[in-house]
C-alpha cells in the first residue's frame, strides 16, 4: 500500500524524521511504537500530508501510495486525504447532528441525494459498531455521545468517504478499558476491507491488535516487522528495552 523511500522531515531547523524506509502492506494493521517525541505521529501525518499544514515542515524523499509519489506536485491532496482517512487522538465530532456528521464529507464532495446520503450513514455507523446504538436518535447532536461513541462516530465519519487507508493517531488514549476494547475489537474487524496505520502508546494495544509494528526513536526507524518477533525476540538492544519498559 505505502512504500516510503529514504523519507526525511525537518520542522524549520529542527529534525523529527531521517532517512525512513518501510513497506507497509494492504490489509493488515500496523502499529508505529516509540517514546514521546520519537517521530511516529510526524510520520503517520506525513502519509497524507497533514504536515503541509504546517508551515515551517519540509519533506525530503518518496512516499508512494500504489505506486504514486503523493508528494509529487500533481498529486491531487484532497484526493488522497479521501483516500487515506484519519482518526484523531480525542474525538472531535462535529457540532451538529448523528447523521449530519458522517454525511458530512459525501455532502461536500457533491452528494445531495437523500436516499443515497442515508444508505451511506448507515453502512458506516454499521461498519464502525455503532447502528444499533444510534440508529432511532440520527438527528440528535453528536455532542450526547459518550467518548467512546463519539470516537467510533469518528471512524464511521472516516468510513462514509471510502478510504483504502485509516490512519489512527492514538485513538484509545482518552478512553477507559471497555470503550477501548471496542475500538480495539473494531480496528480487527475493519482490516478484513481497510488498512489500517495506529500510533500507540500502549504496548499492551500494539501486541493485541496489528500484524506488524514499527519501533521510532529520536526520529529513527529503527526496526520494523511481524509484531510477535518485535515483541518476543526483537534485534536491537534499543527496541527491548523500550518494550520491557526500561525507557520511554
Known amino acids: ?17 531521517d532517512n525512513i524506509n518501510i513497506e507497509i502492506k494492504e490489509k493488515e494493521v500496523t502499529a508505529f511504537i516509540g517514546p514521546s517525541g520519537c517521530g511516529k505521529s510526524s510520520f503517520l501525518r506525513s502519509l497524507n500530508r497533514m504536515n503541509d499544514l504546517i508551515e515551517e ?18 498529486y491531487d491532496v484532497i ?16 457540532p451538529m447532528s448523528i447523521f449530519e456528521n458522517v ?10 441525494n437523500k436516499k443515497t446520503l442515508r444508505e451511506i450513514a448507515e453502512k458506516a455507523l ?15 447532536s453528536a455532542m450526547k455521545l459518550s467518548g ?16 483504502e487507508v485509516i490512519l489512527m493517531d492514538e485513538p484509545t488514549s482518552a478512553l477507559d478499558p471497555i470503550a477501548t476494547q471496542k475500538i480495539e475489537d473494531l ?24 500484524d506488524k509494528t514499527a519501533f521510532f526513536y529520536m526520529g529513527e526507524l529503527i526496526e ?18 523500550y518494550i520491557t519498559g526500561r525507557f520511554g
Open 57 to 74: 515542515a519540509k519533506i525530503e524523499g518518496i512516499v508512494k501510495l500504489k505506486g504514486e509519489n503523493i508528494y509529487d506536485k500533481k
Open 148 to 163: 467512546g461513541q463519539q470516537q467510533r462516530l469518528c471512524i464511521a465519519r472516516t468510513l462514509a468517504m471510502e478510504p
Open 187 to 210: 480496528i480487527r474487524e475493519l482490516k478484513n476491507d481497510y488498512t489500517i496505520i495506529i500510533v500507540t502508546h500502549n504496548m499492551q494495544q500494539a501486541a493485541r491488535i496489528s
Open 1 to 17: 500500500m505505502f512504500k516510503v523511500e529514504n523519507m526525511s522531515l525537518h520542522y524549520g531547523e529542527k529534525m523529527a524524521l
Open 224 to 241: 520494523f516487522d511481524k509484531t510477535t518477533k518485535i515483541f518476543n525476540k526483537p534485534k536491537y538492544d534499543q527496541t527491548e528495552k
Open 103 to 112: 454525511v458530512y464529507g459525501p455532502k461536500r464532495q457533491g452528494v445531495r
Open 126 to 140: 454499521k461498519q464502525a459498531a455503532l447502528w444499533e446504538e444510534v440508529s432511532s436518535r440520527l438527528n440528535e
Open 79 to 94: 484526493d488522497l486525504r479521501t483516500k487515506v482517512g484519519m482518526v484523531f487522538q480525542s474525538p472531535n465530532p462535529f
